[in-house]
């Protein structure tokens, strides 16, 4: 069984700072892309950062110069440093991972169940 458990979550105020964590577990094979997405209330579910195995990162623009998406490949975990916080940057925040199993060529999109992230102002 394949878990997904992010954490690192909470109630911050705006210009703050957060730093999630995503560590995936299981009968994993490799883990080619892992990534952060977020889902505010009212809204649909959108892309935060992605990063390759091979550490090509890509940031949605709202997270570009705040946020930094780094991965411990021997840990099977990603990281999301979250700066200079925001009011709209409240919300859901899910992590996923594009995962395969010994024997299978096929690709897996695994997701965590979330953790909350809340900027006041």
């Known amino acids: 069984q394949v878990q997904l458990v992010e954490s690192g979550g909470g109630l911050v105020q705006a210009g703050g700072s957060l730093r999630l964590s995503c560590a995936a577990s299981g009968t994993i094979f490799s883990i080619n892309v892992m990534g952060w997405h977020r889902q505010a209330p009212g809204k649909q579910r959108e892309l935060v950062a992605v990063i390759s195995s091979g550490g090509n990162t890509t940031y949605a623009d709202s997270a570009k110069g705040r946020f930094t998406i780094s991965r411990d490949n021997a840990k099977n975990t990603v990281y999301l440093q979250m700066n200079s916080l925001k009011p709209e940057d409240t919300a859901v925040y899910y992590c996923?991972?594009?995962?395969?199993?010994?024997?299978?060529?096929?690709?897996?999109?695994?997701w965590g169940q979330g953790t909350q992230v809340t900027v006041s102002s």
């Open positions: 996923n991972a594009l995962l395969s199993f010994r024997g299978s060529p096929t690709r897996y999109d695994w």
